[in-house]
């Protein structure tokens, strides 16, 4: 026996890898500070858990339509109309268990085999892996390091779209560079996608976490309403990775082929979970904005201690939680060949996890600059005792390379 080839092209997640990981080293007495994995550690707001204990209690346990119970398909496209300034009907949702289902069916749905996916590098990996899966071909657009962060490289875009090209894939506030597109820059998008009649796949699961600037959706941008693929979930501004409910916004044509890939997926999303997300649409946004206050907060916090580590340079990013210093210096004056190295040796000798843009779909090359990505969905006092000990390890190497000389 043998299994499919398809199988064989997913790719493990780097940071759930890095999770189990992380589990063997506690379990044996280590302890470690995790900046590895995109997580809020806030409690799922209380009004939300009530609604769905309370949606069990009445329950609502049994099988929903597969593109989500009406109630929340209503909310979710009232919110969509009010946060992206345009009319989104219901019939235009598709309710999935968490956005990377949707993201999974997206492609699925719109991109042959052989065909030529665009999108960012470093990148989100489930976008390259499915895409990869499907036996279509993803085609890195680099982001770029400026003055005053990342962007994506528009010309490389532009010469990149072959007569083979099917979608292009945005993620915006971006994993894992924390870059937000600018209007002008998702127009210029845009006019590609017009011109050459491409899908756009927009992960905006960040969108409700930026900090500077503000955020806009390509979807808003005239004629870009039946090419625009919105994937947006609750995990990240409401704090519920673990309920699994995410959805997408798409033309009624394709939302029609949306709802049959669920029913044959998955059936529907947990019912009472569905109502939770109603309640979170729906009810007070305070705990919202107070997380992402203190996100803020965090991020500062950060930058300004990774900045302070010899090596280490890092912009501010405008979303997300992400940091993405560059440690081409850092790995230098180490002695470190690589991001790759300089991730497992902080793991291993300082405790500290966090992943190296390898993790990210970025080729593995010692002459181009290294990245490391660290998460600050995590306490202040977490913040300081890892970026001390990433500072110490870093002191360490140099002296031992001193020494050495």
């Given amino acids: 026996m043998d299994y499919a080839k398809r199988a064989k092209r997913l790719e493990p997640e780097r940071a759930f890898s890095m999770l189990e990981r992380i589990s063997t080293m506690v379990a044996a007495g280590r302890n470690i500070i995790s900046f590895h994995i995109g997580e809020p550690d806030f409690a799922t707001p209380e009004n939300i858990k ?9 329950n609502r346990t049994h099988y929903s339509p597969p593109s989500g119970v ?19 009907s219901p019939e235009q949702v598709v309710v999935s268990a968490g956005t990377k289902l949707a993201i999974f069916c997206a492609i699925m749905s719109c991109v042959e085999s052989g065909a030529d996916v665009l999108g960012p590098v470093p990148t989100y990996p489930a976008y390259p892996s499915i895409v990869n899966m499907i036996g279509a071909n993803y085609v890195p657009i680099p982001l770029i390091e400026t003055d005053s962060g990342f962007r994506m490289d528009l010309d490389r875009l532009a010469n990149a779209v072959t007569p083979n090209a099917s979608m292009i894939v945005l993620n915006s506030p971006h994993n894992p560079t924390g870059a937000l597109l600018p209007r002008e820059d998702l127009e210029r998008i845009a006019e590609i996608a017009t011109e050459h009649d491409l899908w756009v796949l927009s992960d905006e699961i960040y969108s409700r976490l930026v900090y ?12 870009m309403a039946d090419r625009t693929i919105v994937v947006d979930g609750f995990s990240k501004a409401y704090a519920m990775t673990g309920w699994r409910l995410g959805f997408a916004v798409v033309n009624r044509t394709l939302a029609g082929l949306l709802d049959t890939f669920m029913a044959n997926v998955h059936s529907c999303t947990a019912t009472f979970t569905q109502y939770a997300g109603i309640e979170a649409l729906t009810g007070p ?7 992402r206050l203190k996100f803020v907060k965090r991020r500062d916090l950060i930058v300004t201690e990774l900045n302070s580590i010899p090596g280490f340079r890092c912009h501010l990013p405008a979303g997300a939680f992400y940091a993405f210093p560059n440690v081409t210096e ?8 690589d991001a790759d190295r300089l991730q497992d040796d ?3 000798r300082a405790g500290v996890a966090v992943l190296s843009m390898t993790a990210f779909n970025a080729q593995r090359d010692p002459e181009a600059d290294q990245y490391v990505r660290i998460s600050y969905a995590t306490g202040e006092r977490e913040i ?17 390379r001193f020494h050495r000389d």
Avoid: N
């Fill in 50 to 58: 009530t609604a769905a204990c309370s949606s069990i209690h009445a």
């Fill in 285 to 291: 946004q305070y705990e919202v904005e107070k997380m």
């Fill in 212 to 223: 500077d600037g503000s955020f806009a959706s390509i979807l808003s941008l005239p004629g």
């Fill in 384 to 400: 300081l005792e890892g970026t001390r000990r990433i500072r110490d390890f870093m002191s360490a190497r140099v002296g031992l």
């Fill in 70 to 88: 009406p109630e929340l398909r209503i909310a979710i496209a009232d919110y969509m109309s009010k946060t992206r300034g345009m009319q989104i």
């Fill in 346 to 348: 902080l793991l291993e």
């Fill in 330 to 337: 850092a790995c230098r004056i180490a002695g470190l060949p």
